[in-house]
């Protein structure tokens, strides 16, 4: 029997009688099974890609060759991708930070030649201990998958460092054996590079993109109250039309929760899915909404590659991906066995500084990069908080350059800490240039989609900015159309939604660690030397108050506060009262400490004493800034943002003292990191040892 015959004998086994090989399935199949090459396919989401490692590993397994190895980036893919594999009589298992307790056994059963597949997550590769126990493994290898294989790409929107350990993986495979890459979500940039990576006579299968099944449009909506108003019709529209679910995709984790909040109190049976949920719940989420039982999920990107429902009936985002290509991976979740997916995207005002935050965060610097490898020794090993100490940069960019660094073999990680190899580096400084600008470039091109500039059809426009060969118009989307869901919004489900957004408390969670390298102080923070849970009367605009704080910093910042902004400032007073009611204090407080504002000082001071008018309160200016300090913005980690802090408050003892007795309300504009509230409150409670109670206009991301 061929190899093209015994393939849609698998396939019938795999995806049911009805189905038939694809032409490209049947050819990638026959360039790794009969030719043992390597392959690169490039193919829309749900095209059948894992369709073709399945049927390649049996075959090869027949023929008497050695395990799959499958590096895959998600844990929901991986236990689709596992089911998948079992379906066709593979012996499949995975190894990922879940499942720690398991590896020694399934190793063990992988070197008595008992398992057929072998998935694990990229972060295995970056463990020189799991590199060691898989060199006899790469060995007899009968195929390697590198599953979202854009992720090797520096030019992917989702480059993964860890990723690179691929290459060396690669460099030691015996001729012959056969190496399978797929990705959806590769321009012909991405391609050119992953092609690179795996190596000189690699086979590329690119088909075209566009999906028949999706109908997209872009709605603007006035403010997070109307977006959910416009959520809960739409979800509940789709109850008794089509009976299925769908996916609403949210830029934050928060916003998951809050967002599945409100629908489930409108009756509708949502549930929350991102890292933050334990893997048990996120498993129970994705048969619940693969079972339709649920209405929808409210997810982060958490629920993205690799989760495979046939019939999900349409994906809204909430807030813009950063990136027309993390956008188009998924869009493609929906409609891949339906006739009509709904796939809308409603713009946020948060959207731009998150795709800044999470994008351009995740490129080094040349003077972050230089000033962590000085810090770096030879020998002594150099813990994470001994390395904040010495680079101005935050634990998540420092981990981020550790991994690059050790990727590129210049640091190593060791027992307690890490140290520096002594290997050359240089920080290219052109290519992390270049790579800015593709990051900048791909925020531009969705400003145009989410402003409503795209001259034509969306969905071309996104396939087009894949290097889809087609080109063609889908002739149903808003951009060709006009098209948008017939969605009739309340206004009472809006103030319903206003309500319930402006009526949750957004906490202010106090510091309890110092960290290490601060001369004054050290430690844990004492409870009787820190603050209090506080409050922010808004949290981005999801809160319900955004617009209006923001619209009052804004003028505060200009020099533009004055009576225009009475009606503005009367509002957000208003909202503080609420605030100050619903706080479940243990006593009330009994004064107000403002902390003074370089930019801020007239609104701080109007609204300071507006709350003590209300409540009676005394406002007692005990807080002052004592040096001129640089601005808290230009501190990127824990340890100087607590050292600028200590440094720049003072507490004036004889005015302290004479506090009345009782906690304090100190009322700060804003805050961040929260280091400029420990420190005026281990400040303020070494004089007057009552309970601090902070209370902020407004939490910045």
């Not at 460099?171 to 050119?192: D, F, Q």
């Amino acid at each position: 029997m061929s190899t093209s015959a015994e393939a849609q004998t698998l396939l019938s086994r795999l995806a049911g009688p009805d189905a038939v090989l694809r032409d490209d399935q049947a050819t990638a199949i026959a360039t790794l099974v009969d030719e043992r090459r390597r392959v690169l396919l490039v193919q829309r989401t749900g095209w059948g890609k894992s369709a073709v490692y399945w049927i390649t590993t049996a075959l090869r397994r027949r023929q008497g060759a050695g395990p799959t190895l499958v590096v895959s980036p998600l844990l929901a893919l991986m236990r689709d991708q596992v089911a998948a594999a079992r379906s066709l009589g593979l012996r499949a298992e995975t190894v990922n930070s879940t499942n720690p307790d398991d590896w020694a056994g399934i190793l063990e059963r992988l070197d008595a030649d008992e398992l057929d597949v072998l998935l694990i997550s990229p972060e295995r590769l970056n463990a020189a201990s799991f590199r060691a126990a898989l060199a006899p493994l790469a060995a007899r290898l009968g195929l390697l998958v590198v599953d979202e294989a854009h992720c090797i790409s520096d030019w992917g929107h989702d480059f993964r460092p860890d990723y690179r350990r691929i290459k060396d993986l690669l460099s030691t495979l015996p001729a012959g054996t056969p190496v399978l890459a797929c990705t959806a979500t590769a321009n012909e940039r991405v391609t050119e590079d992953v092609a690179v990576q795996l190596g000189t006579d690699v086979r590329t299968y690119r088909g075209e993109l566009g999906r028949d099944s999706l109908q997209l449009a872009v709605v603007d909506l006035p403010d997070a109250a109307t977006r959910l108003a416009w959520l809960d019709a739409f979800v509940r529209r789709h109850r008794p039309a089509h009976g299925r679910a769908g996916v609403v995709y949210t830029l934050t984790v928060d916003d998951t929760d809050r967002v599945a909040t409100f629908l489930a109190q409108r009756g509708l049976e949502v549930a929350a899915y991102s890292s933050a949920i334990g893997t048990e719940d996120r498993q129970a989420v994705e048969d619940d909404l693969l079972a339709n039982r649920l209405d929808a999920v409210v997810a982060t990107s958490a629920l993205g590659m690799g989760y495979d429902k046939p019939d999900l009936a349409f994906v809204v985002h909430l807030g813009a991906p950063s990136s027309p290509v993390a956008y188009y991976q998924q869009v493609g979740r929906a409609g891949r066995a339906i006739d009509t997916a709904e796939v809308v995207l409603l713009p946020t005002a948060k959207d731009e500084a998150i795709w800044h935050h999470f994008d351009l965060a995740g490129i080094p610097t040349a003077t972050e990069s230089d000033a962590l490898l000085d810090a770096l020794d030879r020998e002594e090993p150099r813990s994470l908080p001994a390395l904040e100490q010495r680079v101005n940069a935050r634990r998540s960019r420092l981990e981020l350059l550790l991994k690059v660094l050790d990727v590129d073999g210049a640091v190593e990680r060791v027992q307690g800490g890490w140290v520096s190899t002594g290997t050359g580096w240089v920080y290219d400084e052109q290519r992390y240039r270049q790579l800015a600008a593709l990051r900048r470039e791909e925020h531009a091109a969705m400003r145009r989609l989410t402003r409503g500039e795209v001259d034509g059809c969306f969905m071309r426009f996104l396939t087009g900015l894949l290097d889809d060969p087609s080109g063609d118009a889908c002739g149903r989307c808003g951009g060709c159309t006009g098209w948008a869901p017939d969605v009739v919004v309340d206004p009472d489900v809006v103030a319903a939604a206003r309500d319930f957004l402006r009526g949750r408390d957004v906490p202010v969670f106090p510091r309890r660690q110092w960290p290490s390298g601060l001369s004054e102080a050290r430690g844990r923070i004492a409870a009787d030397r820190r603050a209090e849970v506080g409050r922010a009367l808004a949290g981005g605009d999801e809160s319900g108050w955004g617009g209006t704080v923001q619209a009052l910093l804004d003028a505060s910042a200009g020099g533009r506060y004055d009576a225009r902004y009475e009606e503005l400032v009367t509002e957000a007073v208003d909202g503080i009262v609420e605030v100050l009611r619903r706080w479940d204090w243990p006593a009330r407080p009994s004064s107000i400490v403002p902390v003074p504002s370089r930019t801020h000082d007239r609104l701080l001071d109007d609204v300071v004493e507006r709350i003590g008018s209300v409540g009676r309160l005394p406002v007692v200016r005990a807080v002052v800034r004592r040096a001129e300090r640089p601005s808290q913005s230009t501190m990127s980690n824990s340890a100087h943002l607590a050292g600028n802090a200590l440094a720049a408050y003072g507490v004036l003892e004889d005015v302290a003292a004479g506090l009345p007795p009782g906690p304090v309300l100190l009322v700060d504009v804003s805050t961040d990191s929260g280091w400029t509230l420990a420190a005026v409150t281990w400040r303020l409670r070494a004089v007057h040892p009552a309970p601090v109670l902070p209370l902020v206009l407004a939490t910045r991301p």
